[in-house]
């Protein structure tokens, strides 16, 4: 079973940037959509960046030309980033990685997720 670590939240001003670090262990599969979601309080949870086995990604409007996601393979572990410039306040949220590794293209069906990394934006 794959094992999430997400890294990389915290707090910063509207305008500034961010990188999240998402390493899934235990990754034996060829294929796997992954991703990061994120839910603000009192809001539903979110899709704002996917990317796929073949590395295409995928982004919700709020975050097009401001985030990057981007993946990489190493020994049997998979890792995604999500690059956050030009932050907002609107922004702040939990942001939660994602993967499914038997699915080849996303959305993914059956996800497993991190524990959750809180990102704050003041303006």
């Known amino acids: 079973q794959v094992q999430l670590v997400e890294s990389g939240g915290g707090s910063v001003q509207a305008g500034e940037s961010l990188t999240l670090s998402c390493v899934v262990s235990e990754y034996v599969y060829a294929g796997g959509c992954m991703g990061w979601y994120r839910q603000a309080p009192g809001k539903e949870r979110e899709a704002v960046a996917t990317i796929d086995a073949e590395g295409t990604p995928k982004y919700s409007e709020s975050v097009k030309g401001r985030f990057t996601i981007s993946s990489d393979r190493g020994k049997n572990t998979r890792t995604a980033l999500l690059q956050m410039v030009d932050l907002k306040p609107e922004d702040t949220a939990m942001y939660y990685c994602?993967?499914?590794?038997?699915?080849?293209?996303?959305?993914?069906?059956?996800?497993?997720w991190g524990q959750g990394t809180q990102v704050t934006v003041s303006s």
């Open positions: 994602a993967v499914d590794p038997i699915t080849y293209y996303c959305p993914g069906y059956r996800y497993s």
